[in-house]
């Protein structure tokens, strides 16, 4: 006998209307109230988003940031059809948590390219770099006779980073597909803990990815604090980490709480309205002060030319001849295109199984690898551009600080 899921997927309550308000239910104010904070939050952001497209400047920094800000008025919109349109909750929350590990992966290509302009110049830099010890819980692993050591390459280091967080993306992107096939055979069972059904199982594997992708998040950033310190990191990591950690973990806990009775319908609130509705509500209110927080923390002023001559100041940088000039198009259209073009993340998770299963055991006999011995007269430990470095410099690189990035690209050459 195949198992039997008792969910309220897909069944539509009836609730008496809210003493005072007519014919007005609970589920219907809830609608109401996040259609309102929806619209705030989808306004915030899209003028956020919109500024930066018409001041693209810096074409590899803002896409990313047009692409992480552009998560809030999908959570926002999207959470407000899943609660008005609960039945078919299931459908419209797998699409936009998919989204989520597409702007999770954003954040860490911002962070990559902060440190360097390009691939290869990251694999240089990081050549050079000495690892740092994990975060915690990595620490107490160790104590207790886990080997969980930093790698001795600082590449190996950034090699393990970009894996543990582009593996979340493919991850989430893989079961949101078995979340949807299951959901239409019957097999998914939301409200179901039950290891008959798929829901507790895609559940345990994002949990687990997902912690590993926000542990190396952690790890680059708390390494790297002083490298990025000239463009503010932290509340920028700080923003993309409560978004993912409130909605995820906040979904989790009602789920339970609702399988174990302590939330239970009533004349008035449906079991719709609790399973969804609940989390829907939060969603919506967090979303809208998200909104406001990225403001502050990806702000658009940066990147206009008083904003990037401020920056270069603070790096310490000539500012003569430097590039400041719009390369978004009319009203920021290239800039749109540009940011909503997904090769840059297919060709990241190419590289991240390649790099993890093509040529492992040799790996550490690349000349990457290899410590300098003489930068200025040799070209020992390094190696020639692969098929990953063969990217282009945006015209945003061209002229990064005057007469010091002409000297950095003489260098280059040298190199």
């Not at 590990?101 to 302009?117: H, K, N, Q, R």
């Not at 886990?146 to 090699?159: H, K, Q, V």
């Not at 010091?404 to 050459?413: D, E, F, I």
């Amino acid at each position: 006998m195949g198992a039997f899921c008792n969910t309220t997927e897909g069944l539509r309550y009836h609730t008496d209307p809210i003493p005072g308000l007519g014919r007005l239910t609970v589920h219907d104010l809830g609608f109401i109230i996040c259609g309102v904070f929806a619209i705030f939050t989808t306004g915030i952001a899209l003028y956020l988003i919109q500024k930066h497209a018409i001041h693209y400047s810096r074409p590899d920094e803002q896409r990313h940031i047009m692409r992480i800000v552009f998560m809030l008025p999908v959570y926002a919109i999207i959470t407000t059809f899943s609660y008005g349109y609960y039945w078919w909750a299931i459908y419209f929350e797998v699409i936009r948590d998919c989204y989520e590990a597409f702007a999770l992966g954003s954040f860490f290509f911002l962070m990559t390219y902060l440190i360097a302009p390009t691939l290869h110049e990251q694999k240089q830099f990081f050549r050079r770099w000495e690892p740092k010890p994990w975060p915690w819980p990595a620490n107490w692993c160790l104590k207790i006779g886990i080997p969980f050591r930093a790698p001795r390459s600082g590449l190996t280091w950034f090699n393990i980073i970009w894996i543990g967080t582009f593996q979340y993306c493919a991850i989430r992107v893989l079961s949101t597909f078995v979340s949807l096939a299951t959901q239409w055979y019957g097999l998914y069972c939301e409200d179901s803990w039950s290891p008959k059904f798929a829901h507790v199982w895609v559940t345990v594997v994002l949990i687990i990815m997902i912690s590993v992708a926000l542990y190396v998040l952690i790890a680059f950033y708390s390494a790297l604090k002083e490298e990025l310190d000239a463009y503010h990191p932290f509340l920028k990591f700080l923003s993309i980490k409560l978004v993912i950690f409130f909605s995820f973990w906040q979904a989790i806990v009602i789920g339970l709480l609702t399988s174990a009775g302590v939330l239970k319908p009533s004349k008035y609130i449906s079991e719709g309205d609790i399973s969804t509705g609940i989390n829907a509500l939060l969603i919506s209110f967090e979303m809208t002060g998200f909104a406001i927080m990225h403001l502050y923390s990806y702000p658009w002023k940066d990147y206009t030319p008083e904003g990037l001559s401020e920056r270069y100041k603070r790096m310490g940088l000539a500012v003569r001849d430097l590039d400041v000039s719009r390369k978004g198009g009319s009203f920021g259209w290239k800039a749109w295109a540009d940011t909503f073009n997904p090769w840059d993340f297919i060709k990241a998770t190419a590289r991240g199984v390649r790099w993890l299963f093509v040529g492992r055991k040799r790996r550490h006999q690349d000349s990457i690898y290899t410590p300098d011995k003489d930068d200025d007269n040799s070209n020992n430990g390094y190696e020639s551009p692969d098929s990953d470095d063969k990217q282009d410099l945006l015209p945003s690189h061209h002229t990064r600080s005057g007469s010091s990035s002409q000297s950095h690209r003489r260098s280059s050459r040298d190199m």
